[in-house]
């Protein structure tokens, strides 16, 4: 008989292991792919294994069952309201007066949000869970426990119910038309979409198109006053979105406020790639991206430095290249700089930090690796997830169950109007900056041949936080400014991670904001105790920090010059893809 040597059969059995281990991990990316069963299977465990904890549990909620239906008969019985499981003060899916007023809607509301929180307490209170696991299984029991909402349904929806009654179904039928749109669509409707039409009411601006490449056009600007100043504004837009959210419609556009001002503005128009552009890298953004338009805006400026602006990821981008530039020597052809809710320190990310660990970013990577890039409408859904009852059954229950037309928003269409990321882009920027947080980490990163230390940059920032934004929290973003040896300005205005800053100065102006120069070393919460809130824009006092930043006022030069002449009028080409 046959018999192998002892090294080969170790090296079978090894191989076996392998084989096996990537089995089950293929088998739980589809049934299981952010480990959910496993961590509720642990909870329930913990829980029989501390019997007293549960008893505990168990008797509150008996007491809670019992008050709950006391509370009943009394309102059935002619007991005023009263809210023993009032909803959240953000929760608007129970302010009509029905779920007040009528004791068996009343009965409905508070079964519901009383089983919800006891489901949710006793999953975040399980003794055997690490707050990673928590916080994962929270988020998704919140999805489904808002899912099972009673608003969400027509038998348990008595504002449905009652419109169904005084339209005669007319309502119904308008809901069946809207979920047949949407259906065909892919996605839940924000907004009525007829209405807008880029280039026509948005993107408005006029500029010309100066230069186009494989990942970006440059949009410049026709100056609108009779000087601008010397020193140009270089405007790095998210590529996540398209570029108009800082040219959205007249009145409410930061570019055309900008021009307006006196400015020679530039902006990047991105490519929305495809799966031809699936090797597309972080540091092709830096090379052909920032520092094209960099060059783009010296050279038609005829200026030896810029003042430049980041949005979001394109923040994200220009804080790479800031500290790149300053590594590759003395000549940086930034002067100043902007950013606009950035983030560079990925610890503590906000709500989206459920998505990023290895099990979920190996479900996204299956998907790149099939279309070579991540679709909008993925990421859409995932940031949808974060605010579940406003930006999803919000728009079910007034779409299908009221039949109601989304109202006309321009924002909302910008948010709609998604783009593609690609596939090794992205999956760096994940795993490199959301999951091992490396920009934070000097010379940890290399980009474009150069590594990167963000102590190194030089140059006087400003900064804009939004004091509600749940893609980069505010105090994330503030982490910045103490690695930074320059001087630094920060600015926290009230809102979120848009209307934070599409934020125009206007009588009725309802927002507000915080701003000062910022000490190295300051503590977020420290500062905004020294702070005094200011009603309006920022828009205006960020122009009042640019003018002396930006040199002095001369006469216009033509748009584009001989080496980046003009290509076409904006708002370009790429924008419509």
């Not at 505990?56 to 059935?76: E, I, K, N, P, V």
């Not at 779920?99 to 519901?112: A, F, I, Q």
């Not at 779409?399 to 992205?426: K, Q, S």
């Amino acid at each position: 008989m046959m018999s192998f040597p002892a090294t080969m059969r170790v090296r079978f059995l090894e191989e076996q292991e392998v084989r096996y281990a990537n089995l089950r991990h293929q088998l739980r990316q589809v049934l299981d792919p952010w480990g959910l069963i496993n961590i509720h299977a642990k909870a329930i465990t913990s829980w029989l294994g501390s019997p007293m904890e549960a008893a505990s549990a168990m008797t509150r909620y008996g007491y809670d069952c019992f008050t709950l239906h006391t509370q009943a008969a009394g309102r059935f019985m002619g007991a005023p309201d009263i809210d023993i499981f009032p909803p959240n003060t953000e929760d608007q899916r129970f302010t009509d007066s029905v779920w007040r007023d009528e004791p068996m809607w009343d009965y409905l509301k508070e079964g519901y949000l009383m089983q919800t929180r006891w489901i949710q307490d006793m999953l975040y209170q399980s003794p055997g869970l690490s707050e990673e696991e928590r916080r994962k299984s929270a988020f998704w029991l919140r999805q489904t426990l808002n899912a099972f909402a009673p608003t969400n349904f027509l038998a348990t929806n008595p504002i449905a119910q009652r419109k169904a009654w005084e339209t005669m179904g007319e309502s119904l039928v308008k809901g069946l038309q809207n979920l047949a749109r949407d259906m065909a669509g892919g996605d839940v409707s924000m907004t009525d979409r007829e209405p807008f039409k880029v280039g026509e009411n948005l993107a408005l601006t006029p500029g010309a198109i100066v230069y186009r490449g494989r990942l970006l056009e440059v949009i410049h600007y026709a100056p609108t006053t009779p000087t601008v100043h010397a020193v140009p504004l270089v405007l790095i837009t998210p590529w996540i979105n398209k570029y108009y959210i800082l040219d959205l419609a007249p009145g409410k556009s930061l570019v055309e406020f900008l021009v307006a001002q006196g400015f020679n503005v530039f902006i990047t128009s991105w490519k929305n790639p495809d799966e031809d552009m699936s090797e597309i890298t972080f540091d092709d953004y830096i090379v052909d991206g920032a520092a094209k338009i960099i060059e783009v805006a010296q050279s038609v400026a005829k200026s030896e430095k810029v003042h430049a602006l980041g949005y979001c990821i394109g923040g994200t981008l220009l804080t790479l290249y800031m500290a790149w530039a300053n590594r590759k020597g003395p000549d940086v052809p930034v002067a100043h700089w902007t950013l606009l809710t950035t983030l560079t320190d990925f610890s503590n990310p906000g709500d989206i930090e459920v998505f990023i660990d290895e099990d979920g970013l190996d479900v996204i990577d299956g998907i790149m690796k099939k279309q070579g890039f991540l679709d909008g409408k993925e990421m859409s859904a995932s940031f949808r997830m974060l605010r579940p009852n406003s930006l999803i059954w919000n728009y079910v229950v007034s779409n299908y169950l009221l039949g109601e037309t989304p109202r006309a928003m321009d924002v909302l269409y910008w948010n709609t109007d998604m783009t593609r990321m690609p596939a090794a882009m992205h999956r760096f920027y994940l795993r490199e900056f959301y999951l091992h947080n490396r920009v934070i980490e000097p010379d940890s990163l290399t980009m474009a041949g150069e590594l990167i230390d963000l102590g190194q940059i030089q140059q006087p920032l400003f900064m804009v936080a939004a004091e509600e934004d749940h893609i980069a929290p505010w105090k994330s973003t503030f982490t910045l400014l103490k690695r930074l040896p320059a001087k630094s300005w920060f600015t926290l205005s009230t809102s979120g991670h848009i209307i934070g800053i599409v934020n125009p100065p206007t009588p009725t102006s309802k927002r507000s904001f915080w701003q000062s120069e910022v000490s190295r070393g300051t503590h977020s919460e420290e500062w905004l105790s020294e702070q005094q809130k200011q009603a309006g824009s920022w828009w205006p006092s960020w122009v009042a920090w640019l003018r002396p930043q930006c040199g002095p006022q001369i006469k216009p030069l033509p748009i584009g010059n001989r080496q980046y002449k003009k290509i076409c009028d904006a708002p370009g080409k790429y924008v419509f893809e």
